[in-house]
């Protein structure tokens, strides 16, 4: 089984719902369309695969809610398969984006990041490697390039 599966809580203090995902077709690169064909078995599949983890999520095989939700879209990644935070080209313009799969664990230094970058606050160094500055960097550049792997989770 290949990993990535998401499972969490939904719902605030008192939610009763989970939330489940998993990007199981990650090796399948796309271009993007305005509307993605969503595969009709997905909450079916994520749910068993997320059953080998926690167990008492079986309970729920062959009998989800009519009401859940199954929705899709990308996750959009940089060819290093690096985020992009902070300024973009275009005067006034920020960037928090192409977070891939990682985006929920990143998403409060993304936030931080770029809330610095639109006040002009100072940002760590490697910050500059997750802006659009870091292909200015040709030593950097090449040292991705050269890697065989993109860092998939």
Not at 80 to 108: C, D, H, Q
Request: proline share 8%; net charge neutral.
């Amino acid at each position: 089984m290949p990993g990535s599966i998401h499972c969490r809580p939904d719902g605030g203090d008192h939610g009763e719902w989970i939330k489940l995902g998993w990007a199981f077709n990650a090796e399948q690169i796309t271009e993007p369309v305005r509307e993605p064909e969503l595969n009709p078995y997905f909450p079916e599949v994520v749910l068993r695969a997320a059953s080998r983890l926690q167990p008492k999520l079986a309970h729920y095989l062959g009998a989800l809610p009519l009401d859940r939700v199954h929705y899709g879209g990308y996750y959009p990644m940089t060819r290093e398969n690096w985020p992009l935070i902070g300024a973009a080209k275009t005067p006034s313009v920020f960037l928090a984006t192409a977070l891939s799969g990682y985006g929920t664990m990143g998403a409060r230094a993304t936030g931080d990041l770029c809330a610095r970058a639109v006040v002009g606050a100072p940002v760590p160094v490697f910050a500059r490697s997750l802006s659009l500055a870091r292909y200015d960097d040709k030593a950097l550049m090449g040292q991705l390039a050269a890697s065989e792997s993109r860092g998939s989770l």
